[in-house]
């Protein structure tokens, strides 16, 4: 019965990130079902196993942050502006209190019964690769034999219904790539670098590419035995490709600069964080200490951008976007669950990434996660690698227990 958990968690892994949006449920609504069902399956399982005394919950620090967390995520969401959407969720993301409350029972069963890491990698890395086929058969189809097909502005969507979301998702199995390496399966790691590069280029996703960079200038230089050469060497290095290339340049021009031309205004609509964050961050002062609830941003954005006194051209055309996330989790947290959930969620990352040092796999991938989330917004399959993560480093301090 462990074994078959064990299953159940593989192959929700591999299948999750490769559902595609149907005539009734779109990409995200139709993961969060999946997820909802497979893991209902296998906690009833392992339930049972509890009940029969053939599986023990040990109480580390850890389970009782995540648990502080969810709870938290209740009070915020009972107490919300909308309390059905917080706890339910609401369009397009799904990600209300009872996604939270299985992310939380996802990773107590992970942390129980263990899982191979070997036999992870190869699943996380074979979903990536499939995202990766579909997104590149995209692109061809787009780019070369100029088909109409499913897309955001100009770019593909994979699997994900946003270029972004899968994005995210190859980075994060790029740990898992280098655990194949270092398992001899040479092949594997070479094809996986190949297309999960193409994979991620074809995103056009430049958070993405420029933390590719990052990964690769020090996976260069990791054999160096002083942490501090390294540290400092990889930052000098990434710093002069970047000059190099013209990155630098065009993405402070496009960020922080472009946007605050009037005709730059005219022509675009102002969906950047220069003039999202500000107003995100005068709502979380109006309710700090709780927050609004989960999937309550779009109602606070509206709210507070009404009564803006600043009427920049920027104004008329925040107006009229949808704002559900701000594209930084923290940001996220503050306008969910207040000040008292972030910290819990900072104490809870603190905890993990000390355990999970010595374990260069779990600690990597947590690194990459946390980046990726103060920039970019989440899918389902986002929350669950972090809580994946939190499990198998939650099950590091049980094995030494027993």
């Not at 019965?1 to 892994?13: A, P, Y």
């Not at 296998?42 to 023990?56: D, H, N, Y």
């Not at 260069?220 to 190099?244: A, D, H, S």
């Amino acid at each position: 019965m462990i074994s078959l958990i064990r299953v159940l968690i593989l192959l929700e892994l591999i299948l999750l990130p490769l559902l595609p949006a149907t005539s009734q449920f779109g990409y995200e609504h139709i993961k969060i079902l999946f997820f909802i069902f497979s893991t209902s399956l296998m906690v009833f399982i392992w339930m049972v196993l509890l009940l029969q005394g053939r599986l023990k919950v040990y109480w580390t620090i850890i389970k009782l942050l995540s648990f502080l967390f969810v709870t938290i995520l209740l009070v915020s969401s009972i107490i919300a502006l909308d309390p059905l959407a917080s706890i339910t969720g609401r369009d397009p993301y799904y990600q209300g209190w009872v996604v939270y409350g299985y992310l939380f029972l996802l990773s107590l069963v992970i942390s129980t019964v263990g899982v191979d890491l070997k036999q992870l990698s190869l699943v996380f890395v074979s979903s990536s690769l499939l995202v990766s086929v579909v997104a590149l058969r995209q692109w061809i189809e787009l780019s070369v034999f100029h088909l109409q097909i499913p897309n955001y502005a100009g770019r593909v969507v994979s699997t994900f219904g946003q270029p972004n979301f899968y994005a995210g998702f190859l980075l994060f199995s790029l740990p898992f790539l280098y655990k194949l390496y270092q398992d001899s399966k040479k092949w594997w790691f070479l094809v996986g670098i190949l297309v999960t590069g193409l994979g991620i280029l074809s995103s056009q996703s430049r958070i993405a590419i420029i933390m590719v960079v990052i990964l690769a200038i020090f996976s260069i230089l990791r054999p160096l035995k002083n942490k501090l050469i390294v540290l400092f060497g990889g930052t000098i290095l990434f710093i002069i490709l970047l000059v190099m290339a013209g990155w630098y340049e065009k993405v402070y021009q496009q960020e922080f600069i472009e946007p605050n031309s009037q005709q730059w205004l005219i022509d675009n609509a102002p969906e950047k964080r220069i003039f999202i964050w500000p107003i995100v961050v005068e709502g979380i002062g109006k309710s700090w200490l709780f927050g609004y609830g989960l999937e309550n941003l779009n109602p606070v954005f509206d709210k507070y951008l009404k009564f803006h006194g600043d009427r920049t051209p920027a104004y008329y055309g925040i107006k009229n976007l949808v704002v559900d996330r701000s594209h930084n989790y923290m940001l996220d947290l503050l306008v969910f669950t207040g000040v008292i959930g972030l910290i819990i969620w900072l104490l809870l990352v603190f905890r993990v990434l000390f355990v999970a040092k010595s374990n260069p796999l779990l600690f990597s991938g947590l690194v990459i996660y946390l980046v990726w989330v103060q920039l970019q917004n989440q899918s389902v399959a986002h929350l669950i690698y972090f809580w994946l993560l939190v499990g198998l480093t939650d099950g590091k301090v049980v094995d030494k227990r027993e």
